[in-house]
């Protein structure tokens, strides 16, 4: 015996993930482009007994129903594209592991890494970094901390601009994918932040990215949901670039997808 669809529980996750930005140009230029680019973005775990500083190359997206984007947005911006679930893990893309910094799992994790990065020291220091042991320990280490990429706390301090605007911050409510490139790419996967009030880093690190392809999240228009604007008088200056970048057989799909973002929260 089969099951229907109408008789399948209905997900608690959208079939939708959404990425924002506060900038309309910068919503223009994905568009056109047809990818997203890769950037640096500061983040902190903190454990029992242990904390971790560092700088991951990455494109964010939330994993949430549209009736709760309207905090998102407040926060992240009001111009944006909802894309294809199935083109998120076609490409990749993995959800967050968020992790209570009460429970010591973080800590384990940060006290192997750091028995690794020592182990790895001595042998640089006694056979050199071009021996077969380091290679091979190496990729070991790498392979270990590829995992805290792809980790957050539940709550932490929320830090905008240098400046904590929470104290307490519940990012789990974001449920956060991340496409990161391969740790095996010549894009340093992990960097070290020393001061997490100063993003200044961010902009040499961004630099040195250059056109690396892994550092392009590409995509086709067909896997385009939702394009996301701010207010009418953006819809109207969206709809006049779509028609004039775009193909005739391109730019009728993108305008009909096109929302206004207040309105949309406001009607949910």
């Known amino acids: 015996m089969s099951l229907d669809d109408s008789n399948i529980e209905k997900s608690l996750y959208p ?8 900038n309309y140009s910068v919503l223009r230029n994905i568009l056109k482009d047809k990818h997203f680019k890769v950037s640096y973005a500061n983040e902190k775990i903190i454990g029992l007994n242990a904390e971790r ?12 129903r549209l009736s709760q984007l309207n ?11 909802g894309m294809s679930k199935q083109w998120a893990i076609d490409n990749g893309l993995n959800p967050v592991n968020y992790l209570n910094h009460n429970c010591s799992v973080f800590s384990y994790f940060n006290g192997r890494c750091q028995q690794m990065n020592r182990s790895l020291r001595r042998i640089s220091m006694k056979e050199g970094k071009d021996s077969d042991t ?13 995992v805290m990429r792809y980790m957050k706390n539940y709550e932490a301090p929320l830090i905008r601009k ?3 605007v929470n104290k307490n911050y519940r990012f789990a ?5 991340r496409y990161i490139p391969d740790i095996r790419t010549d894009i340093v996967p992990i960097r070290i932040v020393l001061d997490d009030l100063n993003p200044d880093w961010k902009v ?11 550092a392009f999240l590409k995509f086709d228009y067909g896997d385009i949901k939702y394009i996301f604007v701010k207010n009418e008088r953006m819809a109207k200056a969206m709809i006049k670039f779509i028609m004039s970048s775009f193909d005739d057989d391109v730019y009728p799909q993108l305008i009909s997808k096109i929302f206004i973002s207040s309105q949309v929260f406001d009607d949910l």
């Not at 500083?53 to 994993?63: A, H, K, T, Y």
């Not at 380091?134 to 590829?146: A, G, L, S």
Request: some cysteine.
């Open 15 to 22: 079939s939708t993930l959404f990425h924002f930005t506060r």
């Open 53 to 64: 500083n560092f700088g991951i190359p990455m494109v964010s997206f939330c994993d949430i």
């Open 71 to 81: 905090e998102h947005t407040k926060k992240y911006g009001h111009y944006g594209l």
């Open 134 to 146: 380091y290679q091979i320990e190496q990729k070991k280490y790498r392979d270990v901390i590829n």
């Open 162 to 164: 240098g400046v904590v």
């Open 173 to 177: 409510n974001e449920s956060e994918w």
């Open 204 to 214: 040499e690190a961004n630099a040195k990215l250059g056109n690396h392809e892994e």
